[in-house]
Nanobody, 123 residues
Framework: QVQLVESGGGAVQAGGSLRLSCAASGSTFSINAMGWFRQAPGKEREFVAATTRYGVSTHYADSVKGRLTISRDNAKNTVFLQMNSLKPEDTAVYYC????????????????WGQGTQVTVSS
């Protein structure tokens, strides 16, 4: 089993920045892809970004390219999401997810999930 714990959410004004962290524990050796999804009020959860174990491959949703950056520290079993130039439409609960295989954008492909952290961007 793998446990994921997110941190770093909060409230920020449009144009501001936040950095989310997701610490993994347990059987982390089995994990390859780690990523972030988000769910805004009244909307379905959507893919944001993901990276493979050594950061060789990354993938971003079109809506966040150039503003959000995913990175990974394998020594600390932690994945980060640096969020710059935030917009009100980025407001959502952000979830960390992990899977054994390669990067996928569908949430049902991820076995492990964190509890989520709220990000609120005001205009």
């Amino acid at each position: 089993q793998v446990q994921l714990v997110e941190s770093g959410g909060g409230a920020v004004q449009a144009g501001g920045s936040l950095r989310l962290s997701c610490a993994a524990s347990g059987s982390t050796f089995s994990i390859n892809a780690m990523g972030w999804f988000r769910q805004a009020p009244g909307k379905e959860r959507e893919f944001v970004a993901a990276t493979t174990r050594y950061g060789v491959s990354t993938h971003y949703a079109d809506s966040v390219k150039g503003r959000l950056t995913i990175s990974r520290d394998n020594a600390k079993n932690t994945v980060f999401l640096q969020m710059n130039s935030l917009k009100p439409e980025d407001t959502a609960v952000y979830y960390c997810a992990a899977r054994i295989g390669s990067i996928q954008t569908q949430e049902d492909q991820y076995m492990y999930w964190g509890q989520g952290t709220q990000v609120t961007v005001s205009s």
